[in-house]
């Protein structure tokens, strides 16, 4: 081949070479058009409020004395973190949050493993575990109060009388976990959708391999599926942590925090002291506290499961 030929067969190979496409900012600002609505609609409706909740959380006003507004800096954080109430809500919302995402996901994981087989009637059992995720929050509280946890005629006590329970309320007796009975049966079919989206992607030939290798239920579950579910489930953990935080519905219909602050968790408490005490200062110092607080835990927890789907943390 001579050397015009060799240049010639060059130069028809840089043709299909392909170059990147260097975007001007007129077509970047073309593309990001259609998004800008929705980007001032969310900053209307979440940043200003903010706005004003840290403003408000600067003064010292009290509704039920009027011309009482005043400018009090950090007064209303210190009283915050000096309320000892305070302290003890928040202890309430992450024992009502660590509790019901941890006996959700074990419970999701369970109906998951079970559901993963093929047996007669799986799509209608499917469902009917589905069912309590598309209940009302209202709805479900109220079943469970009435229903459920009832003295005289609820099923619990229905179910413990052959052991020789007495008619015991469960509500007034033990507040917190009787909410966090009603959360757990709400979060369950979440979590178990989720696990089964990830039991459903997994390489059904690794599995068989394992099995051809003398690998029993228990050993395949703890070094093959478990490893396999480990990004979905802390994607189920941090999703059903988040949501719970704002938790209030099944405090306020079930034991309205009572008694006292036993069962009261943080946005309930925030809802007590702006709506009921008329402190509208503290009310909103408190809320900027918790909102801080859960963007600092869940920013930390989804950059760690970002990180676990994209694929550069190994799995375990």
Same mark, same amino acid.
């Given at each position: 081949m001579?050397?015009?030929?060799?240049? %010639? @067969?060059?130069?028809?190979?840089?043709?299909?070479v392909p170059r990147p496409r260097t975007i001007s900012k007129a077509?970047?600002?073309?593309?990001?058009?259609?998004?800008?609505? @929705?980007m001032v609609f969310a900053i209307l409706v979440t940043q200003v409020p903010f706005l004003f909740t840290l403003y408000y959380s600067t003064q010292s006003w009290n509704l039920v004395r009027p011309g009482s507004q005043k400018f009090n800096g950090v007064g209303n954080y210190v009283a915050v973190f000096q309320d000892s109430q305070f302290r003890q809500v928040a202890l309430n919302?992450?024992?009502?949050? $660590?509790?019901?995402v941890i006996i959700s996901v074990v419970l999701g994981l369970f109906l998951a493993l079970l559901l993963d087989r093929k047996f007669i009637g799986r799509s209608l059992i499917r469902t009917l575990l589905i069912t309590p995720f598309l209940i009302t929050p209202v709805a479900g509280a109220l079943i469970w109060k009435t229903t459920m946890f009832d003295p005289v005629f609820g099923l619990i006590n229905f179910a413990? %009388?052959?052991?020789?329970?007495? +008619?015991?309320?469960?509500?007034?007796?033990?507040?917190?976990?009787a909410v966090m009975a009603n959360l757990i049966w +709400?979060?369950?079919?979440? &979590?178990?959708?989720?696990?089964?989206?990830?039991?459903q992607s997994m390489p059904k030939d690794i599995a068989e391999a394992a099995r051809v290798d003398g690998a029993g239920p228990v050993k395949l579950f703890r070094e093959l599926t478990l490893p396999h579910l480990r990004r979905f489930i802390e994607l189920g953990a941090v999703l059903g942590a988040i949501y719970? $935080?704002?938790?209030?519905?099944?405090?306020? &219909? &079930?034991? %309205?925090?009572?008694?006292g602050v036993a069962s009261a968790n943080?946005?309930?408490? /925030?809802? +007590?002291? @702006?709506?009921?005490?008329?402190?509208?200062? +503290?009310?909103?110092?408190?809320?900027?506290?918790? $909102?801080?607080?859960?963007? /600092?835990?869940?920013?930390?927890a989804l950059r760690l499961i970002f990180k676990s789907f994209s694929g550069t943390e190994e799995a375990a």
């Open positions: 001579t050397t015009t030929e060799t240049r %010639s @067969a060059h130069a028809d190979s840089e043709e299909f077509e970047g600002w073309r593309r990001r058009g259609p998004l800008l609505p @929705a919302t992450v024992i009502m949050i $660590v509790g019901t413990l %009388s052959p052991f020789g329970v007495d +008619q015991i309320d469960w509500v007034s007796r033990y507040p917190l976990p +709400q979060w369950t079919p979440f &979590m178990m959708l989720l696990i089964l989206a990830g039991l719970l $935080v704002n938790t209030f519905d099944a405090v306020y &219909m &079930m034991t %309205s925090g009572g008694p943080l946005p309930f408490y /925030i809802y +007590q002291r @702006a709506f009921l005490g008329f402190d509208i200062g +503290q009310a909103a110092a408190m809320g900027v506290v918790t $909102v801080v607080a859960t963007i /600092i835990v869940s920013t930390l």
